[in-house]
């Protein structure tokens, strides 16, 4: 039926049953035998579909694996993985892609059972496997996720029964390490347990899996109550669920709680699954879930406490989705430092409050909350990008230590392990 209708466009032979052919009285004779032959499929094997390619005027189209694939000429000329086109050793590119005519296209293509092969112009080579195209494919790419997870509620996580990683196994085992990071990646928290309680230890534990991010607030921080800093964090009041840095322009991707001692009541830290709950949005009212994926927030910070003088301003949308497959990738919410809404016109406002309300819901239900006591030997990580996080009121002296690691690092570590991130 594709076939079919390609044919009525060209206004070309079609090869189905029972289809007639046409020809084009306004084409020369050679120009029309050019696209009959552009429009037919070719197949790797007289009766085999296993793959099948046509040649378009500017693309390349194949069928494989059940995937029907389009390819740019300059981006098959481009991704040539050929000893002259690309380096191995190190990985990159050698092509210099502005020396490709932006109009480049085969003189010939053939493909066996596991390989295309095109050859261009000057004469070049160029071999690409048949899985590898389907790996690169924009077609592939949406069928693919970028960042596997498990969303998960308060019950979903309980029954899963995620265990926590011995502090040394996680410092000196690459297998400690790897299932601390496969719990991180998946669920968006992972704890270490037996971790001395001193801000010492914590850094060294911290720095197994990235390097740590230093900030405004410092590289590792003591957290108390004294409001030390203009943040009603350092208080002993309830925090409600939120991301934290929502006003750096690119929010800390981790970061890491351990308790060093509480001596009072309270203080229970709670954990909300973001992606769950814009999972939630997504399926009840997608138009609210693009219009939080589209509308740009300011975030704000302005601090002038003692010698801590600073003005911090990000910008972003709440939801923050890959365009090819429309992936969700990272939450920012904060009530607290929402600045003022200044980037949209007052009609998508109402709509920007209701769709907010939706998401605000979801991530206040009870069921979706996870409660943890957070206790000296016992450190958190938590993605910043993924997971809001809050506190109950607490009495007493209650200190905690932490950090914010950069993400790139740590999604490094566990593909050099080769877990997928």
């Given at each position: 039926m594709w076939c079919r209708r390609l044919a009525c466009l060209?206004?070309?032979?079609?090869?189905?049953?029972?289809?007639?052919?046409?020809?084009?009285?306004?084409?020369?004779?050679?120009r029309r035998t050019i696209l009959a032959a552009a429009a037919r499929w070719h197949h790797t094997a007289p009766e085999s579909l296993k793959c099948a390619w046509q040649l378009h005027g500017d693309h390349l189209e194949l069928r494989y694996a059940n995937t029907l694939m389009r390819f740019d000429f300059v981006w098959l000329r481009d991704h040539c993985r050929s000893a002259s086109c690309y380096n191995a050793k190190t990985n990159q590119r050698s092509l210099d892609t502005a020396s490709v005519d932006l109009g480049i296209k085969?003189?010939?293509?053939?493909?066996?059972e596991t390989t295309l092969f095109l050859t261009w112009p000057d004469g070049h080579v160029t071999r690409y496997g048949l899985e590898w195209l389907v790996k690169n494919s924009?077609?592939?790419?949406?069928?693919?996720?970028?960042?596997?997870?498990?969303l998960w509620n308060a019950e979903i996580y309980r029954q899963a029964q995620v265990p926590s990683v011995d502090c040394q196994s996680f410092l000196e085992t690459d297998?400690?390490?790897?299932?601390?990071?496969?719990?991180?990646?998946?669920?968006?928290?992972?704890?270490?347990?037996?971790?001395?309680?001193?801000?010492?230890?914590?850094?060294?534990?911290?720095?197994?899996?990235?390097?740590?991010?230093?900030?405004?607030?410092?590289?590792?921080?003591?957290?108390?109550?004294?409001f030390s800093r203009g943040d009603t964090a350092y208080t002993k009041l309830a925090l409600d669920r939120h991301t934290d840095t929502t006003y750096f322009q690119e929010p800390c991707g981790i970061q890491v709680f351990h308790c060093l001692k509480h001596e009072g009541t309270g203080g229970r830290t709670l954990l909300v699954d973001g992606f769950y709950a814009a999972e939630q949005v997504l399926?009840?009212?997608?138009?609210?879930?693009?219009?939080?994926?589209?509308?740009?927030?300011?975030?704000?910070?302005?601090?002038?406490?003692?010698?801590?003088?600073?003005?911090?301003?990000?910008?972003?949308?709440?939801?923050n989705v890959y365009p090819w497959n429309n992936e969700l990738y990272l939450i920012r919410y904060?009530?607290?430092?929402?600045?003022?809404?200044?980037?949209?016109?007052?009609?998508?406002?109402?709509?920007?409050?209701?769709?907010?309300r939706t998401l605000t819901a979801?991530?206040?239900?009870?069921?979706?909350?996870?409660?943890?006591?957070?206790?000296?030997?016992?450190?958190?990580?938590?993605?910043?990008?993924?997971?809001?996080?809050?506190?109950?009121?607490?009495?007493?002296?209650?200190?905690?230590?932490?950090?914010?690691?950069?993400r790139d690092d740590v999604l490094n570590t566990a593909r050099v392990l080769g877990l997928q991130a």
């Amino acid at each position: 039926m594709w076939c079919r209708r390609l044919a009525c466009l060209l206004k070309v032979p079609c090869r189905l049953s029972g289809s007639t052919r046409h020809r084009s009285p306004w084409l020369p004779r050679d120009r029309r035998t050019i696209l009959a032959a552009a429009a037919r499929w070719h197949h790797t094997a007289p009766e085999s579909l296993k793959c099948a390619w046509q040649l378009h005027g500017d693309h390349l189209e194949l069928r494989y694996a059940n995937t029907l694939m389009r390819f740019d000429f300059v981006w098959l000329r481009d991704h040539c993985r050929s000893a002259s086109c690309y380096n191995a050793k190190t990985n990159q590119r050698s092509l210099d892609t502005a020396s490709v005519d932006l109009g480049i296209k085969p003189t010939a293509v053939r493909v066996d059972e596991t390989t295309l092969f095109l050859t261009w112009p000057d004469g070049h080579v160029t071999r690409y496997g048949l899985e590898w195209l389907v790996k690169n494919s924009y077609e592939g790419q949406k069928q693919q996720v970028m960042h596997p997870r498990i969303l998960w509620n308060a019950e979903i996580y309980r029954q899963a029964q995620v265990p926590s990683v011995d502090c040394q196994s996680f410092l000196e085992t690459d297998e400690g390490l790897k299932e601390f990071l496969q719990n991180f990646l998946l669920y968006g928290i992972a704890f270490v347990e037996n971790v001395t309680p001193t801000k010492e230890d914590t850094e060294i534990l911290a720095e197994r899996i990235s390097l740590i991010r230093e900030t405004i607030y410092g590289r590792m921080w003591y957290f108390t109550s004294d409001f030390s800093r203009g943040d009603t964090a350092y208080t002993k009041l309830a925090l409600d669920r939120h991301t934290d840095t929502t006003y750096f322009q690119e929010p800390c991707g981790i970061q890491v709680f351990h308790c060093l001692k509480h001596e009072g009541t309270g203080g229970r830290t709670l954990l909300v699954d973001g992606f769950y709950a814009a999972e939630q949005v997504l399926r009840q009212a997608p138009d609210q879930f693009e219009l939080l994926s589209k509308v740009p927030l300011k975030h704000e910070y302005v601090e002038n406490v003692g010698d801590c003088h600073n003005h911090m301003i990000g910008v972003g949308p709440v939801l923050n989705v890959y365009p090819w497959n429309n992936e969700l990738y990272l939450i920012r919410y904060n009530n607290y430092d929402r600045a003022v809404i200044n980037t949209v016109p007052y009609d998508v406002v109402h709509r920007w409050y209701a769709a907010h309300r939706t998401l605000t819901a979801e991530l206040r239900r009870p069921e979706n909350e996870l409660w943890v006591k957070l206790k000296p030997g016992k450190a958190l990580f938590i993605d910043n990008w993924r997971v809001l996080h809050g506190r109950e009121a607490f009495t007493g002296y209650r200190q905690l230590c932490g950090c914010y690691l950069t993400r790139d690092d740590v999604l490094n570590t566990a593909r050099v392990l080769g877990l997928q991130a």
